[in-house]
């Protein structure tokens, strides 16, 4: 859809953008916080955050109680001991460039009403997730994962296997809990995946994601054969101050034997944070881990009290975050995908190019207009510069997950090089290719006006009909179901209960064994591991289907 500006918003289309923001910002939380597997990149999401706070901004009494600005991160998983957290566990605001960076200073210098800024530390962002230990008498009694911010998962038997964490400490207050990040160093995670894959199983995207992995095994045996690393960035409940300010309270910490945020630096104004900043970056690529940025913070504990908190994060500190890795590389190709729905999208294919810890050869293009250089407000994107095949482009992949091509390098363009056409007809059946504007879908959509005579939209739709979402039909994935479509057996959902006219013809083809034949007691959800098993080649009578019910997790 396309976004109006918080400007133009009625009360009403206000009111539902921030039920909806509330919905998908908790899912993608969700996806993020507690199965490890984020679907947007950190600059998505952070634009649904920075959207939301601005409806909230503009309409103060729309603000729900379910809002994300309410909240950080997401609740925890039922599966751990919960832990309240005493003191809570906060998130950190965002900068993304210098200027963001100045307003900061100059926002904390207003609030305080000083003449010159106070002192503010700068030191890595570490890309991990946080943790909270707490220390009574001098001993390690219990940790936490951050959760909700309120309330976090109890991993004390995780956290203890991580050599950095110390057991026992001396010189401390008899309450402390010491607040800071779990990680993974990249060569460990290297190894560490290499080793998973060698053994045939899942391997994690990046670092971060592996340590959150490893930090909620539910079996603590497991994180310990996990490389987990850990640094203490600050501090939650204490019975008394470690200092009067920050600079000197990690050295406290230090001295205790926490590994603490290296290069920490103080500096006493805006551009000399700037310098910190530069350095930091500078040094990113030799660094044994992940860093995704600076953070600021300001350094009297006393200055840092008078600030206090805005919603989830406080005035104090703010992340000043690197931007997302680039690297150039050509576009060999322009594919064009064609999906259940008939809809038509541009792939783009890389010559494959490492950026943002992953090699990435595809990329979607989304819609014609997108090639073009139109972004989905109809404003100009990449500067308005279209994509041709054989360009040379600039990829990036922000924080984890989706790369996109944010620049096309005119003066590499190749002379005769052509501008994309975006196919009329169908690339799979040459059908027409009808070009919509539908409500609620974003930008211009091409679709094959084929329907199911169109080969591409009937594999999809059957692939979607024994999805895990759908039908859920064990043994039954892409692979076989374009195999099967292919040899004409299976062209609509109801030949797969056809498909033991075909059992001699498919018990000779490679792959097809007698394992596959296996008999379930039942077919559907009947035990708790029964699912579907259409290769077993035995179709139920339909008196079976209307017991135990067809239940479709998803519409077709
Ligand atoms: S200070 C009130 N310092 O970043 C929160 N956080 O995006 C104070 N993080 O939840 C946090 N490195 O888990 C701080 N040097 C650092 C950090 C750091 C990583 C994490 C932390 C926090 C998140 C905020």
């Known amino acids: 859809m396309r976004e109006k500006s918080v400007e133009a918003l009625s009360e009403k289309e206000a009111a539902a953008e921030l039920a909806r923001l509330a919905q998908d910002i908790a899912r993608h939380d969700a996806l993020y916080y507690s199965k490890d597997a984020p679907e947007l990149t950190d600059a998505e999401y952070d634009g649904l955050r920075r959207r939301n706070a601005a409806i909230e901004a503009r309409f103060p ?39 963001d960076a100045r307003a900061f200073v100059a926002r904390v210098q207003r609030f305080l009403n000083l003449d010159t800024p106070p002192a503010i530390t700068a030191e ?64 460990a995670f290297a190894a560490m995946n290499a080793r998973l894959e060698a053994e045939g199983k899942q391997a994690y995207v990046n670092p971060r994601n592996s340590a959150a992995g490893a930090l909620r095994q539910l079996d603590a045996k497991i994180t310990a054969t996990r490389p987990l690393r850990f640094f203490a ?36 104004n805006a551009e000399q944070l700037l310098a910190a900043y530069q350095q930091i970056l500078e040094g990113r690529p030799s660094l044994a881990y992940e860093i995704d940025g600076v953070v600021y913070k300001v350094d009297s504990l006393a200055l840092q009290q008078r600030l206090g908190f805005v919603s989830r994060s406080p005035r104090w500190a703010i992340a000043h975050k690197f931007a997302a890795e680039q690297q150039t590389t050509t ?57 041709r095949v054989g360009d040379t482009v600039v990829v990036q992949r922000a924080g984890d997950v989706i790369p996109q091509i944010v620049d096309v390098l005119l003066e590499k363009r190749a002379k005769g090089a052509r501008k994309y056409q975006f196919p009329e007809a169908c690339p799979v059946c040459g059908s027409h290719v009808a070009r919509e504007l539908e409500p609620g879908e974003e930008g211009v959509i091409a679709r094959c006006t084929g329907g199911l005579n169109c080969p591409a939209q ?36 109801a030949d797969i209960f056809r498909l033991s006219d075909h059992r001699d013809e498919l018990m000779t083809r490679e792959g097809y064994g007698e394992k596959k034949r296996r ?25 079976h289907w209307r017991n135990h019910g067809w239940r479709f997790g998803a519409p077709l």
């Not at 203890?160 to 402390?176: S, Y």
């Not at 950026?355 to 308005?384: E, M």
């Not at 979607?464 to 099967?484: N, P, S, T």
């Open 61 to 99: 009494g729309l603000v729900r109680e379910d809002s994300p600005s309410l909240r950080v991160g997401a609740a925890p998983a039922s599966s751990f001991g919960k832990v309240r957290h005493s003191v809570a566990m906060l998130s950190l605001d965002n900068a993304f460039d210098a200027e």
């Open 124 to 187: 890595p962002k570490i890309d991990g997730l946080s943790a909270s230990l707490r220390y009574e008498n001098g001993r390690f009694v219990q940790g936490a994962t951050r959760g909700d911010g309120r309330e976090g998962e109890d991993v004390t038997a995780n956290l203890r296997t991580i050599k950095d964490i110390p057991q026992r400490i001396t010189g401390a207050p008899a309450v402390l809990e010491v607040r800071g990040e779990v990680y993974m160093e990249k060569a």
């Open 233 to 268: 960035h600050g501090w939650g409940e204490l019975s008394e101050p470690l200092a009067e300010t920050q600079f000197e309270s990690m050295a406290r910490l230090k001295k205790m034997g926490f590994p603490v945020t290296p290069a920490m630096i103080r500096a006493d």
């Open 331 to 387: 576009l060999e190709a322009i594919d064009i995908q064609v999906g259940r729905t008939g809809a038509l999208t541009p792939v783009g294919r890389l010559a494959p190019v490492f950026v943002g810890g992953v090699t990435v050869t595809n990329v979607t293009l989304h819609n014609a207009d997108y090639i073009k250089g139109v972004g989905a407000d109809g404003a100009p994107i990449r500067g308005g510069k279209d994509l």
């Open 458 to 493: 009937a594999v999809e739709r059957l692939i979607h009909f024994v999805a895990r979402r759908a039908m859920d039909i064990e043994g039954l994935g892409q692979k076989q179901i374009e195999e099967f479509y292919e040899l004409g057996w299976v062209k609509e959902p």
């Open 519 to 543: 008999q379930p007691a039942c077919l559907h959800r009947c035990a708790p591991r029964a699912r579907i098993r259409a290769l077993s080649l035995w179709p139920r009578h339909p008196r």
